[in-house]
């Protein structure tokens, strides 16, 4: 966004993908978006999809929870409630399942549209969930989380950035996309 803002012409409209019911090729394809960023790769050929970056999640809870210590075995955590990401979004239906493989008898005790809401949560109940290792870092020192090692891993989550194959005709567009997959 700072990189995007050096220019004064440009007008930035952020729409969550998570919470949107449009797939991401209406958004490109309705001119609703110049880029998208999805959990979720598409097969298309007037839109360009590459793989743009990937996020760890981990475990957490609030620092005072009564029954997890900095590590827990996969009884104690099904003994918990687990907080869940509501979304209609492709790649995070998959991530669901691939949790149900791992964790299918856990008890889902607060569900909701927004990150943030799930972290305060957690930080002021003893509810129990996955977040990104991102948002835990930056977060967890002011909402007072703790992460809890566990004997498995999750698969991260993998982005993909998407945009229109035309778009790059435009000068300004191929260098903000330059610029982008540079960084990442």
Known sequence: VKYIRKDPQVEIEHHDILTTDELPEDLLA????DIVVSMAPLNNRSIVCTH??????????S????????????????????????????????YHSLMDDVLGERIIGFRSKSLMTIANSISSTELIGFLPQTFFDYYSSSIKLKKVTIPFTIAP????????????????????????????
């Open 52 to 61: 743009f970056n990937r996020l760890e999640c981990i475990l957490v809870c």
């Open 157 to 184: 989550i993998q982005f993909y950035l998407m945009y229109n194959r035309a778009s790059l005709n435009n000068s300004g567009f191929a260098e903000l996309i330059e610029h982008i997959t540079k960084k990442h």
């Open 63 to 94: 620092e005072n929870h009564p029954r997890l210590g900095d590590t827990a075995t996969i009884d104690e955590i099904l003994q918990e409630s687990f907080t869940q990401l509501v979304s209609r979004a492709t790649g995070m239906k998959e």
């Open 30 to 33: 309705y001119r609703k978006a």
